[in-house]
């Protein structure tokens, strides 16, 4: 008896066996089919087309390894010189803040209440003073040093004032807060938020910096321009478009008011309509703003974010799982509605805020429609994918092909990272989404 | 018992049973709807009436502040003390005097014949006539101007009364600063929603509303603004493109209706039902390194389309690796024709499709199957049932009950789905009358119509007929599919 | 006050004076489209457009790389966006000026442009009496590149198909292309055309496809594809493993480079037992209508500048563009080029392309798939009768 038994588990273990084996054949055959294009891609990209050629060729492995595809993007520009300056001071700046951040958090750790407030006033000054110091340097250093142009450098104290502006009100405003809720409760999530918007507020001034090195109007190279164009289309985007989408989920997904209904009705209804019908009228609405051709990039914007609010329902059905009654329990406190959405809700809706931002942040980057049509032929308003598709699809470009298949490359790179860095999120705003419609 | 009957039956049964049940009732619905649009006309009509009749009492038992602001918007708001909603309304009214006066009449008196002023020469310089373009685009404009200024006043006027009479039971009205606050409390939604409806407004809807309009124009490229001008026409545009015969577009429309039938489902189902089978692979208990197998599928969702989807169309070009290869290694001796003949670029593209399509839906099943609660398939497991039977009676129903929604805005999507034709095909091989390919697809054949035949008007009824059809469908399914319609009703 | 006033307007009524004085000249904006290729070279040549010319010296142009193609599509969609001067081939003339996207050559400009200019190219810019645009090239034809070393003999195509079968190569033509196709049935004796009225709408078709001849072209098509050395295509660029090629002068130097030392060009073939005909094209200058007299006589007059004769020989040197100028196309350099003097060779066979609608590009796409596609490989002459009556009468539909 039992060596039957033994025998139907081993035989089950084997079934079990088998089966996994099949699939693991199965999930390694898709796996190289999937990534097996863009091993292509990468490997062409790195066949020379002066020493051999660059259109289509019948082999797949170049003779030659070589850069020229990826020289040829940087062609006229001193792009590597002040990108890596920009970098580096972009590098220093998040450095210092993150340093600054971590020892007024040890500071602030300390448990010594009325002296802890005045200490930590002293470092928020502190902290302003020295970014706006930071942000002034930088940005005469970046103007004068390296784009040698009286606008440019205007533009990027302007840029760099406002964002230490900006720092320093909300630290203080924080601040006051602060000093009138010394005796208060749990004062530490409070520092948790100031330390991450330093963090933050670092971060942006890091990227902003690198974005104006890219668009510097010392380029000559026209990728680079398109993909200056791009990464500001997408920044701004991903910005405005997130607060307009979570603004219009949350009204509907939380406020109830007359006119509810009727609007997501209308927004059902005009979703149906191909959004490719209204490019005319849309082109000739932007031309009458002066927001075509040379105007391309923020006219993009406006598009991408006009009619983003219509995109609600992902994070509408996010907002649809918090219980009412934490709003309810706020406003029996006092709360006003809006202190409510900033407070309670904004904290808890992390995963759709990053899920939002990379998608909108994702998007621009594959238009190529609309870019086309508003760009109407100036090619300083291309983005990557107009540019990119007028290489490998227009007569005019013979042997462009390799020169894609690099320039691709290095749009698919930092959006693929970007992408598997957040995967998380995605996942759980796509899951989500279809779950609950 | 009728309802009994429909418990025994089997799920297509029941399917079939909703399907002629929808179909049955169908008249009786559509009658219905028409009774009730009669009803909601009346009701409108009653609406109406009621509204200026209420302005007529209004101005009658208004104060004189009531009274002036049937004529300054504002005033009297104003004149009560109310500031910042007074001079919101002047400041309205203002705007939209200025604008009729200067702009909106003009372009209003002209809508009728959308322009009659030639464009000519004098001596070799050219004198624009009338831009047919532009007076449709601004009385369109203009005509929802007025609307709002329409509905404004009559908000105006209600405030008035309003007001009128909280003073006079002896409470205070709002200040300006309570206003303001309000706006940020009890009139939150108004300050969350404010910009997103304006730009839906102005770069949707008022789009939308042109397009439909241009539909029963003759603007194309033989009536091109500024040099030339175009008309209405009627119902003209819709025959074109419906009827057959050698100038008009109805056998091309019905086949590229049908290919784009046939892509979506292809492109839906699927898609839908091979990453369901991945996802079961995957997250099959034993399978080790789920992660990466995941990480490596969700590639391609990650890599713009334009770069992957454009390599991938070289690359089953004719001269493309994959047919430079095989006749290398002598398996073919003439290139397979994947983007030349009708069938294979269609079976091409379906293909790619998948690999473009399965990882989506690897992520949704995989959240999907995480939920469906384990002792569901402990039970099974007791009474006997082997995987196939598992599948079978738990998870398919169960994510087909779950999914349900996602598959319509999936099939909804794939109508509209540009990008995996445009990047691919182009919608070619070409061959079809009216300038279209055997690939294209409503939206891809618009997109040509629109760019490079600038054939406006034809577009525009292309677009009506993706509404339709999609309108169609969507109906159709949510009367159908119980879950659907439950989904909506979630709060 | 007031004397103040006064004697500010009267300097500035002395200024605008001084300024009319000059106003021979114009120093706004003027934007040029040309294919990307020619960029740069339409940057120098505005530069020495504008020294020989001072009244135009502080005029802004802008130069930009828009395909000949999409320029036609672009300017039609939006003319006061659209560049001042454009490039574009013959086949969208018509369309452009029924889009009222085109103002006609001035009258001195287009007597010099008519008597200096190849017969074809000057009936190309033409519609009815009227001239809409400067002839800036003639080469827009095609023949045969080929591999000397692989090639024996290439007046007959059996013979080129045979020579490439035994060497293992290909043999490039795009017969899935409405401009390609033209080779067999002109070549058969067929005849397509569209007559156009002055205003560039197509009001009649004159075509006999659905006839004897047109029943051998295309059972020479059929044939050809079945060749197992026949692919489908005519860029040099993406031939893989060409002996042999149709294609236009635009490829002229990658053709050299391919081939290498065997490099050859010869009119094309023979099949059959008739000689392969084809269209002959030209690319021209348009100029957009106006509605400034001084900019529209900076357009004439730099439009004309980069049409000239100099400036064809000197696009021919640079970009290797062949000359519609008729003193450019005696020079020396243009008749020692081997790809030029094929196409010269073949221009005897060519039909100079008139108008035809965007739709039939499309329908000949179709029936060139279908060919590739090997849908006809064994159909009758019934059936293939067939194919040509629905071809004939679709092309006729779109007369009217």
């Given at each position: 008896m039992s060596e039957t038994k033994q025998q139907k588990l081993r035989s089950k273990k084997g079934h079990e066996r088998r089966i996994n084996g099949t699939i693991y054949t199965v999930l390694t055959i898709m796996s190289i089919v999937w990534l097996v294009p863009f091993v292509f891609l990468v490997l062409q990209s790195f066949r020379s087309y002066q020493l051999e050629k660059g259109g289509m060729v019948?082999?797949?492995?170049?003779?030659h390894f070589s850069l020229d595809n990826y020289a040829f993007l940087f062609e006229g520009s001193n792009f590597f010189s002040w990108c890596g300056k920009a970098l580096l001071i972009a590098l220093i700046i998040a450095c210092l803040s993150s340093l600054l951040v971590v020892v007024a958090g040890k500071w602030l750790?300390?448990?010594?209440?009325v002296k802890r407030a005045e200490r930590a006033c002293a470092l928020g000054a502190c902290l302003v003073v020295g970014y706006v110091a930071l942000a002034l340097l930088a940005g005469a250093m970046h103007g004068?040093?390296?784009?040698?142009?009286l606008v440019h450098a205007l533009i990027g104290l302007a840029l760099f004032i406002l964002a230490g502006a900006i720092i320093a009100r909300v630290y203080l405003k924080q601040d006051s807060k602060l000093l009138r809720s010394?005796?208060?409760?749990?004062v530490e999530d409070k520092y948790e938020g100031v330390k991450k918007l330093f963090a933050m507020a670092a971060e942006f001034l890091a990227v902003t910096l690198i974005v104006q090195c890219i668009l510097c109007?010392?380029?000559?190279?026209q990728y680079l321009k398109w993909y200056g164009n791009t990464l500001t289309i997408a920044l701004f985007t991903s910005v405005i478009q997130t607060v307009i989408v979570l603004s219009v989920s949350y009204a509907l997904s939380r406020l109830r008011f007359k006119g509810r209904k009727l609007i997501m009705n209308v927004v059902l209804v005009l979703g149906l309509?191909?959004?490719?019908?209204t490019m005319i009228t849309l082109y000739f609405l932007l031309k009458q703003m002066g927001?075509?051709?040379?105007?391309s990039v923020p006219g993009l914007i406006l598009i991408y974010c006009a009619?983003?609010?219509?995109?609600y329902y992902i994070s509408k059905g996010f907002f649809d799982t918090i219980p009412k009654s934490l709003d309810e329990s706020a406003r029996i406190d006092g709360a006003t509605r809006f202190q409510v959405f900033l407070k309670i809700i904004m904290p808890l809706a992390k995963p759709i805020v990053i899920y939002t931002i990379l998608m909108a942040f994702m998007a621009p980057w594959g238009d190529y429609v609309f870019a086309s049509y508003v760009a109407f032929?100036?090619?300083?308003?291309?983005?990557v994918a107009v540019g990119l598709y007028n290489w490998v699809?227009?007569?005019?470009?013979?042997?462009y092909f390799t020169r894609f298949c690099a320039g691709g490359v290095l749009v698919a790179v930092p959006i693929t990272a970007l992408f598997l860095a957040l995967q998380k999120y995605y996942v759980e705003g796509v899951t989500g989404g279809a779950v609950k419609g | 018992m009728v309802d009994l009957d429909y418990l025994k039956m089997s799920k297509p049964q029941k399917f079939l049973h909703n399907l002629a049940g929808f179909f049955k009732a169908l008249p009786g619905r559509i009658g219905g709807g028409f009774v009730n649009l009669g009803r909601r006309i009346a009701g409108f009509f009653k609406g109406l009436g009621l509204s200026i009749a209420d302005l007529v009492t209004t101005f009658r038992e208004g104060d004189w502040k009531t009274r002036l602001s049937y004529l300054v918007m504002g005033s009297g708001s104003m004149a009560r003390g109310q500031w910042g909603r007074g001079l919101l309304f002047f400041l309205f009214q203002t705007v939209f005097n200025l604008y009729m006066v200067n702009f909106g009449v003009a372009y209003l008196s002209k809508l009728n014949t959308l322009g009659v002023v030639e464009t000519y020469k004098e001596g070799r310089r050219t004198v624009y006539g009338d831009n047919s373009f532009l007076i449709l685009l601004y009385g369109v404009l203009t005509l929802f101007f007025i609307l709002a200024f329409i509905y404004t006043w009559r908000v105006n006027i209600k405030q008035n009364k309003i007001s009128q009479q909280i003073l006079k039971s002896g409470k205070k009205l709002k200040s300006t600063k309570e206003d303001l606050q309000s706006l940020m409390d009890s009139q939150f939604h108004k300050t969350l929603l404010a910009l997103p409806t304006l730009g839906v407004f102005v770069f949707t809807i008022l789009p939308i509303f042109f397009m439909i309009l241009v539909a029963?124009?003759?603007?194309d490229y033989n009536h091109q603004p500024p040099s030339k001008l175009f008309t209405w026409v009627g119902f003209e545009n819709f025959k074109t493109l419906l009827s057959s015969g050698s100038a008009s577009y109805g056998d091309t429309f019905r086949q590229v209706l049908f290919w784009t039938l046939v892509w979506a489902f292809f492109a839906t189902f699927l898609n839908y039902f091979l990453g369901m089978f991945v996802a079961i692979m995957i997250n099959k208990?034993?399978?080790?390194?789920k992660k990466m197998w995941r990480t490596i599928l969700v590639m391609t969702i990650a890599i713009p389309q334009f770069v992957s989807l454009l390599y991938v169309s070289k690359m089953f070009a004719a001269d493309g690796l994959i047919n430079t290869y095989l006749m290398k290694w002598h398996?073919?001796?003439?290139?397979?024709?994947f983007w030349t003949n009708p069938g294979w670029a269609r079976f091409t593209i379906i293909l790619i499709n998948i690999w473009i399509g399965i990882p989506y839906l690897m992520l949704i099943a995989t959240g999907i199957l995480m939920n469906i609660p384990a002792d569901l398939y402990e039970s099974a497991r007791i009474d006997g049932a082997n995987a196939m039977q598992m599948y079978g009676k738990i998870t398919l129903p169960y994510m087909l009950f779950v999914t349900g929604p996602y598959l319509l805005t999936s099939f909804t999507g794939n109508i509209n789905n540009f990008n995996v034709i445009f990047l691919l095909s182009?919608?070619?091989?070409m061959g079809l009358?009216?300038?279209?390919?055997?690939?294209?697809?409503l939206i891809t054949w618009l997109y040509r119509m629109t760019?490079?035949?600038?054939?406006?008007k034809i577009a525009a009824v292309i677009g009506i007929m993706v509404f339709v059809v999609l309108a169609v469908i969507n109906l159709v399914v949510y009367n159908l599919i119980p879950s659907v319609k439950n989904e909506e009703d979630f709060q | 006050m007031k004397k103040l006033l006064t004697l500010v307007l009267a300097v500035a009524l002395v200024l605008t004076m001084s300024c009319a004085a000059f106003a021979e000249g114009y120093n706004g904006d003027l934007k040029i489209w040309v294919a990307e290729a020619a960029v740069d070279f339409t940057v120098e040549q505005v530069e020495a457009f504008k020294a020989a010319n001072p009244e135009y010296a502080d005029m802004n142009v802008t130069v930009e790389p828009v395909g000949e193609g999409d320029a036609a599509s672009k300017v039609i969609t939006d003319v006061e966006a659209a560049a001042d001067i454009f490039g574009f081939a013959q086949d969208q003339l018509a369309r452009m000026v029924a889009a009222g996207a085109l103002i006609d050559v001035e009258p001195e400009n287009a007597a010099a442009v008519a008597a200096e200019n190849d017969a074809g190219s000057v009936a190309a810019v033409t519609l009815g009496d009227t001239m809409y645009a400067y002839p800036?090239?003639?080469?827009n034809g095609y023949f045969l590149y080929y591999d000397k070393s692989v090639v024996t003999?290439?007046?007959s195509l059996e013979q080129v198909l045979a020579d490439c079968e035994a060497a293992g190569k290909s043999f490039y033509m795009e017969i899935n292309s409405g401009w390609y196709q033209t080779a067999f049935f002109f070549g058969a004796g067929c005849t397509l055309t569209y007559d156009v009225d002055d205003e560039g709408n197509i009001n009649a078709c004159n075509a006999d496809y659905a006839s004897e001849n047109g029943l051998k072209a295309l059972k020479s098509m059929i044939t050809l594809a079945k060749s197992p050395a026949f692919v489908n295509g005519s860029s040099v660029s993406n031939?893989?493993?060409?002996?042999a090629i149709v294609d236009g002068t635009w490829d002229a130097v990658a053709a050299q480079e391919m081939f290498g030392e065997n490099y050859a060009a010869a009119k094309l073939p023979t099949v059959d037992g008739y000689q392969l005909s084809g269209f002959g094209g030209f690319k021209m200058l348009g100029i957009k209508p106006q509605t400034d007299d001084a900019k529209l006589a900076a357009c004439d007059a730099l439009a004309a500048y980069l049409t000239s004769e100099e400036v064809q020989l000197a696009r021919y040197e640079a970009l290797g563009w062949g000359p519609s100028n008729l003193n450019a196309q005696k020079s020396e350099a243009v008749q020692a080029d081997i790809a030029l003097s094929a196409l010269a060779e073949q221009l005897a066979f060519t039909i100079p392309q008139g108008q035809y609608p965007g739709d039939y590009w499309a329908l000949a796409t179709g029936l060139g798939d279908r060919i590739i596609g090997k849908?006809?490989?064994?159909?009758?002459d019934d059936t293939l009768m067939g194919v040509l009556n629905e071809f004939q009468e679709t092309c006729i539909s779109y007369a009217g």
């Open positions: 019948d082999y797949l492995i170049p003779k750790d300390r448990r010594d209440t004068f040093a390296l784009a040698g142009n010394i005796p208060g409760y749990v109007p010392m380029t000559t190279s309509f191909p959004g490719f019908l927001l075509t051709q040379a105007g009619s983003s609010g219509m995109g032929g100036h090619q300083n308003g291309y983005n699809n227009t007569n005019d470009y013979q042997n | 029963f124009t003759n603007f208990k034993g399978i080790k390194l398996w073919i001796s003439q290139p397979i024709p182009q919608g070619k091989p009358s009216g300038n279209a390919g055997y690939t294209d697809l760019v490079s035949d600038t054939n406006y | 800036m090239t003639s080469d003999d290439p007046s031939a893989t493993n060409a002996a849908e006809f490989d064994d159909a009758d």
